[in-house]
């Protein structure tokens, strides 16, 4: 198949991201297939987790802060009995016990990791100590702490004991938390040590892993397609992840303003609109951008620019 430039393609594509590869790499997969010019992913994935990786393509990426902070549910499972320096199976096995949970025993203490919590990164991370990733830091062998910080968990339950080693969990929270930490501090709550054996990203706000695309599928079919055809048909709107913030239509007038970047006043604007928020600006059944409201007067913050007139 011949390549032609989709850089006149926006929207969201939702990818299931296989195993051993990055996130960031994942995406740059995405770019070839498709041929576009701009692209990002909300919410990183691990090498070793698969599962929901929400992709913006081209001006969808204006749209991306909208979606990070939105609440993911993971399933994963831990592996009892070994703690490993990465807190998932990647890491050498530093801890190890002869402890094995019973049932209802860990059912019992899942109420403590509900709610807010105070959670403790895992050395192998992303976070920056002083200037420098914590991960570099502790493969230099470098000394160094982590704080713990607040989480929220908004679900947490147990969905089956596989076996004597291996216990499979489901988990909905919000931005920051890390399943390595909850895997390492349910083990040691309950008299082990224990690591993540697998996990899988399940949800990503609206974005469900049974409407996802496999990176195989994605590739068969844009191969076996007319040039360019097949990617509309993966992308959903990129206004899709701006249903939570209020939407006010403009007339084509103030629409063009808008699209050049200038605040245009809008007297219809409803009452319960707060100074200061964020709105999405629409012109007949296209959204233009988003906007700071600020007394019936509306300010370009993300001009989307695809639908400049």
Same mark, same amino acid.
């Given at each position: 198949?011949?390549?032609?430039? =989709?850089?006149?393609?926006? @929207? ?45 393509? =081209? ?21 009892? @009995? ?15 016990? $002869?402890? /094995? ?26 976070? %920056?100590? =002083? ?16 704080? #713990? ?10 969905? %089956?004991?596989? $076996? ?15 399943? /390595? ?9 309950? @008299?082990?040590? @224990? ?5 899988? /990203?399940?949800?990503?706000?609206? !974005? ?11 590739? %068969? ?55 200061? #928020? ?26 989307? #620019?695809? !639908?400049?007139?």
């Amino acid at each position: 198949m011949s390549k032609q430039n =989709n850089f006149n393609y926006h @929207g969201w594509l939702i990818l299931n991201k296989p195993i051993n590869i990055s996130s960031a790499r994942a995406v740059n997969i995405i770019k070839k297939i498709f041929n576009v010019k701009k692209a990002g992913h909300a919410g990183t994935l691990d090498p070793l987790a698969t599962g929901v990786l929400p992709v913006a393509i =081209n001006t969808a990426t204006k749209t991306i802060p909208y979606l990070v902070n939105s609440e993911k549910t993971y399933r994963f499972i831990i592996k009892w @009995g070994e703690q490993s320096v990465t807190d998932d199976a990647e890491g050498k096995i530093i801890f190890k016990s $002869d402890n /094995r949970p019973l049932e209802q025993d860990i059912k019992k203490i899942l109420k403590f990791f509900i709610g807010n919590i105070e959670q403790k990164p895992p050395r192998f991370s992303a976070l %920056k100590i =002083n200037g420098k990733r914590a991960y570099k830091l502790a493969r230099n062998n470098d000394e160094f702490e982590i704080s #713990s910080r607040a989480v929220k968990v908004l679900d947490l339950k147990l969905l %089956k004991c596989i $076996d004597n080693d291996l216990a499979e969990f489901e988990v909905t929270c919000e931005k920051g938390f890390y399943i /390595r930490s909850l895997a390492r501090d349910i083990s040691l709550k309950l @008299g082990t040590f @224990g690591h993540v054996y697998s996990l899988k /990203r399940t949800k990503v706000g609206q !974005f469900d892993i049974k409407d996802s695309f496999p990176l195989e599928t994605l590739e %068969k079919l844009v191969h076996s397609a007319p040039a360019g055809k097949m990617t509309k048909d993966f992308l959903l709107p990129l206004d899709c992840v701006l249903d939570d913030i209020p939407a006010l239509y403009i007339s084509d007038e103030k629409a063009k303003m808008f699209c050049h970047g200038q605040t245009v006043n809008n007297k219809l604007s409803s009452d319960y609109i707060p100074n200061g #928020s964020d709105v999405l600006v629409k012109n007949r059944d296209r959204s233009l951008g988003i906007a700071v409201f600020f007394e019936e007067s509306l300010k370009p913050k993300r001009v989307f #620019s695809n !639908f400049i007139y």
